[in-house]
């Protein structure tokens, strides 16, 4: 079992920078990919980015492509989403999100750890 903890969000101006972070606990940390999404008010929750088990892959959004940048340290037990020229587009609460299949990676329900959110505001 594997659980998740998010923190780093808050209000940023467009342009602006914001670091999420996600501990997790659960001794199979390492062995599993971890993504973050995001969901909107009155939108569906939508993929991000993903990371695999060794951290040697990574895979964007093309929304958050060349802005936005994935990692993890096993050795620490966190994944990280490090988040540039954010865009008013980009507010939404920002879930990290762990499996252990490398199938379907950009779906929700291949995800079977889940965190509780952190909210991201992005002003105009």
């Known amino acids: 079992q594997v659980q998740l903890v998010e923190s780093g969000g808050g209000l940023v101006q467009a342009g602006g920078s914001l670091s999420l972070s996600c501990a997790a606990s659960?001794?199979?940390?390492?062995?599993?990919?971890m993504a973050w999404f995001r969901q909107a008010p009155g939108k569906e929750r939508e993929f991000v980015a993903r990371i695999n088990w060794s951290g040697g892959t990574t895979y964007y959004a093309d929304s958050v492509k060349g802005r936005f940048t994935i990692s993890r340290d096993n050795a620490k037990y966190t994944v990280d989403l490090q988040m540039n020229n954010l865009k008013p587009e980009d507010t939404a609460v920002y879930y990290c999100?762990?499996?252990?299949?490398?199938?379907?990676?950009?779906?929700?329900?291949?995800?079977?750890?889940w965190g509780q959110g952190t909210q991201v505001t992005v002003s105009s």
């Open positions: 999100a762990g499996t252990s299949t490398s199938q379907l990676v950009k779906l929700p329900r291949s995800y079977r750890y």
């Open positions: 659960g001794r199979s940390f390492s062995t599993i990919n």
